[in-house]
């Protein structure tokens, strides 16, 4: 007995049309049934394979500031994909909460209308260890931020990397003992014990 993949995220929102509409015309995912009595949106990207991969519900009644999830990430097949994400967002106003690389993907992560936490990545299929964690700039061209990439995994793939100050900037609550946080690696240190 095995988990084969994650199936489905659920998600409260405050208002199911909004909501709706960004996960549907910015992201692109295809609405696959919809309930307006019940209060429930369901999305897929492979709605040929997966009737849902994203539902959204209303209700949400906590207060504006709870955090309800820590981020829903969405899988892409290509580089070109992340930067065609990053100039839509761009366009629609997105707000992001960063830009980076973790070696082994390529990954914007950014808040939907309701300050949910997402993610588009890419897996580059180059192996570095987590945590890895550099800002990338995807305004360049393709071969350039590949090479980016390539050069940090090439520095620091094998030790992992934080640069801190993206850590300084996330609307993440740290819950882990200070000590932990001293020991992420910066600029090619390794991980301390």
Same mark, same amino acid.
């Given at each position: 007995?095995?988990?084969?993949? &994650? ?8 208002? &199911?049309?909004?909501?709706? =509409? ?32 994203? &539902? ?6 906590? %207060? ?63 192996? %570095? ?17 590949? =090479? ?6 090439? =520095? ?38």
């Amino acid at each position: 007995m095995a988990i084969a993949r &994650l199936g489905h995220v659920g998600i409260h929102v405050h208002d &199911l049309d909004r909501e709706a =509409a960004f996960y549907q015309d910015v992201l692109g995912l295809t609405m696959t049934d919809r309930d307006d009595e019940i209060g429930m949106i369901f999305f897929s990207a492979r709605p040929d394979e997966e009737h849902h991969e994203l &539902l959204l519900c209303g209700g949400r009644t906590s %207060a504006a500031d709870a955090l309800m999830l820590q981020q829903v990430s969405f899988r892409c097949n290509g580089l070109e994909d992340i930067v065609d994400y990053y100039h839509r967002f761009k366009e629609h106003g997105v707000t992001f909460d960063m830009v980076v690389t973790h070696g082994n993907a390529v990954a914007i992560y950014f808040y939907d209308p309701e300050g949910n936490r997402c993610e588009v990545y890419w897996s580059t299929g180059l192996k %570095a260890r987590q945590p890895f964690l550099e800002n990338i700039d995807l305004g360049r061209p393709l071969d350039q931020i590949m =090479a980016d990439v390539r050069n940090a995994v090439d =520095a620091y793939g094998e030790t992992g990397h934080v640069d801190r100050t993206i850590l300084e900037k996330q609307d993440i609550h740290v819950t882990a003992e200070p000590e932990f946080i001293s020991r992420l690696p910066s600029h090619g240190e390794p991980l301390r014990s």
